[in-house]
């Protein structure tokens, strides 16, 4: 459903006049060849476009309005080669509205000791014209990823695709509509928040419609696909007898199966890329959607519970940045804990709907009642989750700003069976340890729902904010909790 390589990046080499035509094609030459490489290079998930070597003002403003115009082009790399006078960048710098990433390289990687002459010199200075054009961007106060190193370095490489995918997951959410079905879950703060100011900072639009007009979908799917679907999810998923054709409790499966189909055709008729709903206000449907919701998610829609429409275009986001990699992205929530003090954890699920892009090994399709709601017992996918690192992300409504908060885990496999509780569950660790992680997610005011990825480092998602001009708070490893409350409290002078 996702594919990034539609995706392009340009690569925007400046330099200007003073030095020639012979010293021009070389600059050219290089820049043609560094951008060949980053796009030959498999890490790379996006297209790496080269663009002319731009050298007056005009070249520049031209080649940035072009790229703040064109579709496909999520984001420009600049690299100075040689030395290109940064009076040059204001204009164009000025109106580029796409993420920029500064590419602070050089053509050769090691000084050639026993031919370097000036030539070699002034062909090669990076070292100084990269720095005229950092100050520029810093002085115009532009948000961008600074990447230090050769170009071939696998780390610099890393750091690129990292901020690729990031650039990614921003330019899905320009224009992106999310679908809310009722309005939040009654009382419930954190999930709330302003959709207009999400709107005009985001990119993305959060719209309610009447869960009337789902459900009218869901009546008229018809029985041939609703079949199909059920011959699938037999040969996908673990079913007691009681569940399939003839058994008693077949008719909660059959009607699962219409929620997903009628939900899909909502989805894909609407264009959206992500939904909400809320128990709370399901009239005219007979039972949560809950397996409808899981394979979803994993067909890379984002979603989140209880009218959460910040966690859904988050999870969408997430989706996009982890496209291509191994492992999952998901709706998830902190549920409940395990305090011992030898191996703390916290278990994280939800009533229904985790993600069945986390799942490992075969899921078991089940039946159960549940306990809110008061419709009839939903059927859900159960299934555990692997171990490995993994973190948490959140955005919340601070008032004055959006908050993107990530705490970095590690995941651990269940190794006790789990028979009696009927959802997917995932166990993880917080960093830099249970008490001091959790005590840090709560002063910095994350929310009970998150973004959970297997597959995206906290430096994807600080890629993220800094696109999305978004303050970012991160808990990690080395996180100590006076220093976190200080930040948290210098951040409010900031962003006052
Ligand atoms: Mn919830």
Not at 9 to 21: A, M
Not at 102 to 119: A, E, F, V
Not at 323 to 331: E, H, S, T
Not at 419 to 431: D, E
Request: proline share 3%; charged share 20%; glycine share 8%.
């Amino acid at each position: 459903m996702i594919n990034l390589k539609s995706f392009e990046v340009w690569f925007i080499t400046g330099s200007q006049h003073l030095y020639g035509e012979e010293t021009l094609r070389l600059v050219a030459e290089h820049s043609q060849h560094i951008a060949d490489g980053l796009n030959a290079d498999a890490k790379i998930p996006v297209t790496i476009v080269y663009k002319p070597v731009v050298k007056t003002p005009e070249e520049i403003y031209d080649t940035l309005l072009a790229a703040n115009s064109a579709q496909n082009c999520i984001g420009i790399i600049t690299w100075m080669h040689t030395f290109s006078p940064a009076k040059m960048w204001i204009r164009g710098l000025s109106i580029l509205q796409k993420p920029m990433l500064h590419l602070h390289t050089q053509y050769n990687r090691d000084i050639p000791w026993s031919s370097i002459d000036m030539d070699f010199m002034n062909l090669n200075q990076s070292a100084h014209g990269d720095r005229e054009f950092g100050f520029m961007v810093s002085r115009l106060r532009k948000n961008r990823k600074v990447v230090v190193g050769h170009w071939q370095d696998p780390g610099v490489i890393s750091q690129i695709e990292t901020w690729t995918r990031a650039a990614a997951g921003w330019q899905d959410w320009q224009g992106a509509k999310f679908a809310r079905f009722g309005d939040n879950m009654r009382y419930v703060a954190v999930t709330d928040g302003d959709k207009v100011e999400a709107e005009m900072k985001f990119g993305y639009s959060v719209n309610t419609y009447g869960i009337g007009d789902l459900v009218k979908l869901i009546s008229e799917v018809s029985e041939a696909d609703i079949d199909a679907l059920l011959i699938e999810y037999e040969e996908t998923y673990t079913m007691d007898a009681s569940l399939k054709k003839g058994g008693d409790k077949h008719s909660s499966v059959y009607e699962a199966a219409k929620i997903e189909l009628g939900l899909r055709k909502f989805l894909l008729d609407g264009n959206f890329k992500g939904f909400t709903d809320t128990f709370e206000d399901l009239h005219g449907m007979v039972q949560l959607p809950g397996i409808a919701a899981q394979r979803l998610m994993a067909d890379g829609y984002g979603f989140a519970g209880e009218g959460d429409w910040k966690t859904a275009a988050l999870v969408r986001a997430c989706k996009v940045m982890g496209a291509g990699l191994p492992g999952g992205n998901a709706f998830m929530e902190d549920y409940t804990y395990h305090f011992d003090p030898n191996n703390a954890l916290v278990l994280g699920s939800h009533m229904l709907e985790v993600d069945a892009s986390l799942i490992n090994g075969k899921a078991s399709l089940e039946v159960h009642p549940l306990g809110i709601g008061g419709k009839a017992d939903p059927a859900r996918l159960v299934f555990n989750v692997a171990g490995g690192e993994a973190l948490n992300a959140s955005i919340v409504d601070m008032g004055n700003r959006f908050r993107l908060i990530v705490n970095e885990v590690e995941a651990i496999e269940p190794i006790e069976d789990l028979p009696n509780l009927p959802v997917a569950r995932v166990l993880w660790k917080p960093y830099p340890d249970m008490k001091t992680g959790c005590a840090a997610w709560i002063y910095a005011g994350g929310a009970h729902h998150t973004a959970y990825s297997q597959n995206l480092t906290a430096e994807h998602l600080q890629d993220f904010a800094d696109i999305a001009g978004l303050e970012f708070i991160r808990i990690g490893k080395d996180t100590k909790l006076d220093q976190l409350r200080n930040e948290l409290r210098w951040n409010e002078v900031a962003y006052k």
